[in-house]
């Protein structure tokens, strides 16, 4: 069903509660107004001048304790329908919250699946498509190098995990840079590793970094010659599963990951051969010899043949042409892989494979093109990964996504919010739900979120009573307004806010 639906359902669960809650109202009255009319009829009963008299007011009196007690039992039925309906309401609201966020995961993919058919339509090959001016990119960071006044000025913790947020243009992306630059002149690391799940990071592509002490591994989808390629993240993968990947748990490891997220433990690295022609060396794209299947069932062990594949590469006879992956029994290659999946076996095989003891993790926007559910477990498979992997480990993540926020341990996680001059804190934040975390770490308060709701039938349950006592429903109207709501004309709540508004400023 759609967010209309739910929404509707909703709207009438307030009314239904708030037409409760008068007839609760009205019952109280009554069994207040029985109540008084019992006592007033023992009153007068004692002041009788005839026993026959004080028999009247007795016998009436005891029709009005009856009354007042039959009243009691209907408010107490009425009670028991209020609760029930607000149990209603909160489960019309989760699931309007979850058909909105499906609508919006569904426009999001709609509009990727859109894009990558334009790009697969351009005249560029499907491997590698035009991206930006690099010349642009490189004058850009050249001016923001400079100026690291403009970044934020705290390093990460060594050995922590670090998440960064903000609104876009306050400097995470330029943060995560400055950290690389940070991390050679300061021996914070022997090792960087960048992931992106944006073609528009800022790290450097691969053999560009100036990191001569320490190893510089991009992952990102940025190529030489202005292009984005799908496979350059992999090929450089392909080298560290035949190498440094052969040895320790990286390898069961890996396949525990592939296994949780429906994939075969096996993978296939399918290379092309070298061919001549006039004294240039191309590779042959359509060639699908030379492969070599990776069991990733338990620890990977150097071979004759992985070694001398590595060898190949390494003198140019060999290039990686693809990887092949099994799912529900059906050979998934690049190209046949979702953006989503692509990323999230991209993100969880580079750390398996290539963290080790002092190792930077630069991480850009993990959450594009991932499910909500992925969002969640791929920040948790990073943190046990990385535990596994290596003693000390310092990661950095620049995200959007309050998922992101509250997957990442309090034990283990320190936060900032830019822009900002104040150190790093410790979150809190974990496990909280998607509402508490935008509207704490990301100052946005959804106005379908229980709390706004609460506050909406907070309003509507005290303006019942606001001619006779106006100060609750002016509280209740006030917490409501500050939190600055914004809405849509056409959003049904719209004309809701817009009646308290004016009601509080008649009350006041």
């Known amino acids: 069903m759609n967010s209309e639906h739910y929404r509707n359902e909703v709207i009438k669960r307030q009314v239904d509660i708030a037409r409760l809650e008068v007839q609760r109202t009205k019952l109280a009255y009554q069994a207040a107004e029985a109540e008084q009319k019992r006592l007033a009829l023992i009153s ?17 009196a005891t029709r009005y304790s009856l009354l007042h007690a039959k009243i009691n ?51 560029y090959t499907y491997d590698e498509v035009v991206y930006t001016s690099s010349q642009h990119d490189d004058n850009l960071l050249s001016t923001t190098e400079k100026n690291n006044k403009k ?45 992106s799940g944006t073609a528009y990071d800022r790290f450097p ?26 496979k350059a993240p992999f090929r450089l993968l392909a080298n560290y599963i035949l190498g440094e990947g052969c040895n320790g748990i990286s390898g069961e490891l890996a396949g525990n990951v592939l296994e949780e997220i429906g994939f075969s433990r096996k993978i296939g690295l399918r290379f092309s051969r070298t061919a001549y022609k006039q004294g240039l060396r191309k590779y042959n794209a359509r060639a699908s010899e030379l492969d070599i299947i990776v069991d990733l069932s338990s620890t990977l062990e150097q071979t004759y043949e992985t070694k001398d594949r590595l060898l190949s590469i390494s003198n140019g006879e060999a290039s990686l042409l693809d990887l092949a992956f099994h ?14 999946e692509r990323l999230y076996l991209l993100t969880t095989l580079a750390l398996c494979f290539c963290v ?42 620049a995200t959007h996504s309050p998922l992101i926020v509250s997957s990442a341990p309090n034990d283990i996680s320190l ?19 998607t509402d508490t975390v935008l509207s704490e770490q990301f100052g946005l308060n959804s106005p379908r979120s229980l709390s706004v709701a609460m506050l909406i039938q907070e309003c509507l349950s005290t303006l019942m009573d606001a001619n006779e006592n106006p100060a609750p429903f002016i509280k209740a ?32």
């Open 44 to 60: 007068n009963s004692s002041r009788a001048a005839t026993p026959s008299a004080v028999a009247a007011a007795q016998k009436e």
């Open 73 to 123: 039992a209907e408010a107490a039925k009425l009670a028991s329908k209020i609760a029930r309906s607000h149990s209603e309401y909160k489960n019309a609201s989760k699931n309007l919250n979850t058909a909105l966020t499906q609508e919006r995961y569904n426009h999001i993919q709609s509009e990727r699946n859109r894009l990558t058919h334009e790009i697969f339509l351009s005249p």
């Open 205 to 230: 592509l691969q053999g560009d970094a100036d990191t001569p002490k320490i190893d510089y591994l991009y992952f990102g989808n940025k190529a030489k010659g202005n292009i984005l390629s799908e």
């Open 151 to 195: 970044n934020y000025p705290h390093p990460p913790h060594q050995g922590s995990f670090h998440i960064i947020t903000g609104v876009n243009g306050t400097g995470k992306s330029r943060y995560l840079r400055s950290l690389i630059r940070r991390g050679i002149a300061d021996d914070f690391c022997q090792r960087i590793i960048c992931l």
């Open 415 to 433: 936060i900032c919010n830019l822009p900002s001059e104040e150190p790093w804190i410790k979150s809190e934040l974990y496990g909280r739900n």
């Open 327 to 340: 799912k529900n029994g059906e050979e998934l290659t690049l190209a046949n892989l979702s953006s989503g």
């Open 477 to 508: 109207a006030d917490t409501l307004l500050n939190q600055n709501i914004k809405l849509d004309q056409d959003d049904p709540l719209f004309s809701t806010m817009s009646r308290i508004h004016e009601l509080r400023e008649r009350y006041s």
């Open 356 to 397: 080790r003891d002092g190792t930077l993790i630069l991480f850009d926007e993990p959450e594009n093109s991932l499910h909500p559910h992925w969002q969640a477990k791929i920040i948790q498979d990073m943190v046990t990964i990385i535990g596994k992997m290596a003693d000390e480990c310092t990661t950095v993540i």
